[in-house]
C-alpha cells in the first residue's frame, strides 16, 4: 500500500494497514539485537532464559521502554519510511514521537486477549479530536510474522463507531463483561466484535490507527510461539496534550547517548531538538552539546548559511 492509500484508509476507516511496509534490509540490523532485550522463543519455552519470569502473569510484562537497549531497534522506531508515513497521515513535517515501546509477547506467558477499547486514557490528557490538525497516529510495527495464531491486533472501522461518546472506553464482547462501577467500560458489544479486521502481516507491516479507533489484542495460540513487536505513538509539535513520556527523564541513560550519537537531525527533532538554522544553535549551545554528545555529527547544526 503506497501512502496516499493508506491516507485514504486512515481517513475513512481510521487505521490503515501497510503489509510488509518496512522491507527485510531495513528491519534486519533492529531484529539482530533483539536477543539483547528479549528471551527468543525458545529460551523462552524451554526456561533456558534467566530473564523468561519477568514475562509472565502480565500482559504487559514485555513492555520495554525508549531509549532501548538495542540501538538498531531506537533507531527503526524514527526510521525516515516511519515518518514519511506519520507526516502523511497528520499532513504535517514537524511532529514529536511521543511515545515508543518494544513488546515481546510469548504463547500462554500472558492472557494477551483484550475487550475492543481506545488507547486515549493514557496518549492524551484531553480526547480524541477527528479535526486533522488535531489526530494523533499510533503504530504497531511487525518485527516479525504475526500470523493470525499470533495475536495480531483487530480493529473496527471507525464508520461503524462514530457515534460513540468520549465514554464508555472499554467494551466486552458480552454482557458478562460489565462492570456498573467503572464509568469507562460499557456494556457488552458483541455486534462490534463482528465487525473487527485483522491487521495479521507478515514482518515489516505497519499498522496505523487514531486514537479514536476501537481495537484491541487477541491471543496467541501457536504453541512455543513468540512474537515481537513496536508501538508507537506521533503526532503535530504543537499538539502539547498528546503526551506519554518526557524524553529529558530518560535523557542521561547510556542507551540515549548511543542512539543519539547515531541519529539524524531529522529524527532528533522528533524528541525536540531544534532543527538547523534555530535560534537556539549558538556558538554557547553547540560547544556545550560537543561535550555533552561527543560522537554526534553536529555539522548540520553548525552551518549557518
Given at each position: 500500500?503506497?501512502l496516499?492509500?493508506?491516507s485514504?484508509?486512515?481517513n475513512?476507516?481510521?487505521?490503515?494497514?501497510l503489509?510488509?511496509?518496512?522491507p527485510?534490509?531495513?528491519l534486519?540490523?533492529?531484529v539482530?539485537?533483539?536477543?539483547?532485550?528479549?528471551?527468543s522463543a525458545?529460551?523462552?519455552?524451554d526456561?533456558?532464559?534467566?530473564r523468561r519470569?519477568r514475562?509472565?502473569?502480565?500482559e504487559?510484562?514485555?513492555?520495554?521502554?525508549?531509549?532501548?537497549?538495542g540501538?538498531?531497534?531506537?533507531l527503526l522506531a524514527?526510521?525516515d519510511?516511519?515518518?514519511d508515513?506519520?507526516?502523511?497521515?497528520?499532513?504535517?513535517?514537524?511532529?514529536r514521537l511521543?511515545?515508543?515501546e518494544?513488546?515481546?509477547?510469548?504463547?500462554g506467558?500472558a492472557?494477551?486477549?483484550?475487550?475492543?477499547?481506545?488507547?486515549?486514557l493514557?496518549?492524551?490528557?484531553l480526547?480524541?479530536?477527528?479535526?486533522?490538525?488535531f489526530?494523533?497516529?499510533e503504530?504497531?510495527?511487525?518485527?516479525d510474522?504475526?500470523?493470525?495464531?499470533l495475536g495480531?491486533?483487530h480493529?473496527?472501522?471507525?464508520?461503524?463507531?462514530?457515534d460513540?461518546?468520549?465514554t464508555?472506553n472499554?467494551f466486552?464482547?458480552?454482557?458478562s463483561?460489565?462492570d456498573?462501577a467503572?464509568r469507562?467500560r460499557g456494556?457488552?458489544?458483541p455486534?462490534?466484535?463482528e465487525?473487527?479486521?485483522?491487521?495479521?502481516g507478515?514482518?515489516?507491516t505497519?499498522?496505523?490507527?487514531?486514537?479514536?479507533?476501537f481495537?484491541?489484542?487477541t491471543?496467541?495460540?501457536?504453541?512455543?510461539?513468540?512474537?515481537?513487536?513496536?508501538?508507537?505513538?506521533y503526532r503535530?509539535?504543537?499538539?502539547?496534550w498528546g503526551?506519554r513520556y518526557g524524553?529529558?527523564?530518560r535523557?542521561?541513560e547510556?542507551?540515549w547517548?548511543?542512539?543519539v550519537?547515531?541519529?539524524?537531525p531529522r529524527?532528533l527533532q522528533?524528541?525536540?531538538?531544534?532543527?538547523?538554522?534555530?535560534?537556539?544553535?549558538?556558538?554557547?549551545?553547540l560547544?556545550?552539546?560537543?561535550l555533552?554528545y561527543?560522537?554526534?555529527d553536529l555539522s548540520?547544526?553548525?552551518?549557518?548559511?
Open positions: 500500500m503506497d496516499s492509500n493508506a485514504h484508509e486512515w475513512r476507516h481510521g487505521f490503515a494497514v503489509p510488509g511496509y518496512l527485510e534490509d531495513v534486519t540490523p533492529a539482530a539485537e533483539l536477543a539483547s532485550m528479549f528471551p525458545h529460551g523462552f519455552h526456561g533456558s532464559d534467566p519470569d514475562f509472565v502473569g502480565d504487559f510484562a514485555g513492555i520495554d521502554s525508549f531509549p532501548f537497549t540501538t538498531e531497534v531506537a524514527v526510521h519510511l516511519l515518518i508515513l506519520a507526516e502523511e497521515l497528520l499532513g504535517s513535517n514537524d511532529l511521543y511515545t515508543a518494544a513488546w515481546a509477547k510469548y504463547t506467558a492472557d494477551y486477549d483484550q475487550h475492543l477499547h481506545r488507547d486515549y493514557n496518549h492524551t490528557v480526547v480524541p479530536s477527528s479535526a486533522p490538525a489526530k494523533q497516529v503504530m504497531f510495527v511487525f518485527l510474522d504475526v500470523p493470525e495464531e495480531p491486533p480493529l473496527v472501522s471507525r464508520t461503524h463507531t462514530s460513540i461518546d468520549a464508555p472499554w466486552p464482547d458480552g454482557e463483561g460489565r456498573p467503572a469507562f456494556p457488552g458489544r455486534d462490534l466484535y465487525r473487527e479486521i485483522s491487521a495479521a507478515p514482518a515489516g505497519v499498522v496505523a490507527f487514531e486514537l479514536g479507533t481495537h484491541r489484542g491471543g496467541m495460540a501457536r504453541p512455543g510461539g513468540a512474537r515481537f513487536s513496536m508501538h508507537l505513538g503535530r509539535a504543537d499538539n502539547e503526551q524524553w529529558a527523564l535523557s542521561h547510556p542507551a547517548y548511543r542512539f550519537e547515531r541519529a539524524t529524527q522528533l524528541f525536540g531538538f531544534p532543527p538547523p538554522g534555530h535560534a537556539f544553535w549558538t556558538d554557547e549551545t560547544g556545550g552539546m560537543a555533552r561527543p560522537e554526534l548540520p547544526w553548525l552551518d549557518r548559511s
